[in-house]
């Protein structure tokens, strides 16, 4: 049985973001529950750094991937929601960091924001399912 040429792009799509957060997952699970402390303050704190940056960078390739392959109205959708996202999450934490420098707010570690990005996308993606 064939598939059709739009259905491809998806099933690629899941399989690459499974494969990414797979990643990203496991890491943050093992600095989480702290198996990862004993890097923490060494040289090798650069390439734990380095490994966890790889599934962001991946999942990032993995969606400009699905944007190639899709269709032309998929494309406009996912870029419609794709920038949304980034400017929500963009916003939401530069307001925080307005409110941790002015309000005393709690410090947020930087890495947050891609979690926040992510949840943005989530919200979004409901709401932005037209080409207009």
Do not use: N
């Not at 049985?1 to 491809?8: A, G």
């Not at 699970?29 to 750094?49: C, E, F, H, K, S």
């Not at 993995?62 to 190639?68: D, G, I, K, T």
């Amino acid at each position: 049985m064939t598939q059709s040429r739009s259905t491809t792009p998806v099933r690629q799509y899941a399989v690459r973001t499974f494969a990414f957060m797979g990643g990203y997952t496991v890491i943050m699970l093992l600095m989480i529950t702290g198996a990862l402390d004993p890097v923490v303050g060494t040289a090798g704190a650069w390439l734990l750094a380095a490994a966890v940056t790889m599934p962001v960078l991946g999942q990032t390739w993995a969606v400009l991937a699905f944007m190639r392959d899709s269709d032309e109205f998929m494309r406009v959708v996912a870029a419609k929601r794709f920038i949304v996202a980034a400017g929500l999450a963009i916003s939401l934490f530069a307001g925080w960091g307005f409110a941790e420098a002015f309000a005393g707010a709690p410090h947020m570690e930087g890495y947050i924001v891609y979690a926040l990005f992510w949840a943005c996308f989530g919200l979004v993606t409901p709401f932005i399912r037209s080409s207009q």
